[in-house]
Nanobody, 117 residues
Framework: QVQLVESGGGLVQAGGSLRLSCAASGNIFSINRMGWYRQAPGKQRELVAS???????NYVDSVQGRFTISRDNAKNTVHLQMNSLKPEDTAVYYC???????????WGQGTQVTVSS
């Protein structure tokens, strides 16, 4: 099992920045990929950014060039730096880990990000 604890989030004006962090514990050596999803009211949850065990990153088009996902292996933590935030980035953000041979899911508790115009 992998457990995830998120921190960060909050309220920011458009154009501002926030950083989300996600600390992993448990069977961390089985993690294949970590990522951040978000879900806005009335919308489906979408994968925003991910980083694989070999360091490759992927981003949804809408955040490309504004968000950066990174990891601190020493602290078993993944960060999502969000710059140039827009009101449409407003959502609950969830940390996710895919682990084990079956690529099981683990989820963080979610953190609210609100961008005011």
């Amino acid at each position: 099992q992998v457990q995830l604890v998120e921190s960060g989030g909050g309220l920011v004006q458009a154009g501002g920045s926030l950083r989300l962090s996600c600390a992993a514990s448990g069977n961390i050596f089985s993690i294949n990929r970590m990522g951040w999803y978000r879900q806005a009211p009335g919308k489906q949850r979408e994968l925003v950014a991910s980083i694989s065990s070999d360091g490759r990153t992927n981003y949804v088009d809408s955040v490309q060039g504004r968000f950066t996902i990174s990891r601190d292996n020493a602290k078993n933590t993944v960060h999502l730096q969000m710059n140039s935030l827009k009101p449409e980035d407003t959502a609950v953000y969830y940390c996710n880990a895919r682990w084990g041979s079956n690529w099981s899911h683990s989820w963080g508790q979610g953190t609210q990000v609100t961008v005011s115009s």
